[in-house]
Nanobody, 120 residues
Framework: QVQLVESGGGLVQPGGSLRLSCAAS????????MGWYRQAPGKERELVAT???????NYGDSVKGRFTISRDNAKNTVSLQMNSLKPEDTAVYYC??????????????WGQGTQVTVSS
């Protein structure tokens, strides 16, 4: 099992910045991916950004160029720097961790979620 504890989030004005962090603990495999997904009211959960244990990143189209994901493998943490925030970024943001046994065998874990609201 992997436990995920999120921090950050809150209310910010359009154009502002926020930073989310997530700490993982428990049974963490050497090959894993961490990242963030988000879900707005009435919408499906969508990819924000992920980063592998090797440092490869993947971003959702709507956040490219505005958000930056990073991780500290020694501390098992992942962070999301969000700049130039827009009202449409308003959502609950979920930390995500996936342990890989192989390319087709993996275990996925989710955090509790943290609210991000972009409004004037």
């Amino acid at each position: 099992q992997v436990q995920l504890v999120e921090s950050g989030g809150g209310l910010v004005q359009p154009g502002g910045s926020l930073r989310l962090s997530c700490a993982a603990s428990g049974s963490i495999f050497s090959i894993n991916t961490m990242g963030w997904y988000r879900q707005a009211p009435g919408k499906e959960r969508e990819l924000v950004a992920t980063i592998t244990s090797g440092g490869s990143t993947n971003y959702g189209d709507s956040v490219k160029g505005r958000f930056t994901i990073s991780r500290d493998n020694a501390k098992n943490t992942v962070s999301l720097q969000m700049n130039s925030l827009k009202p449409e970024d308003t959502a609950v943001y979920y930390c995500h961790h996936r342990n890989y046994l192989s390319a087709v065998t993996y275990y996925t874990y989710w955090g509790q979620g943290t609210q991000v609201t972009v409004s004037s």
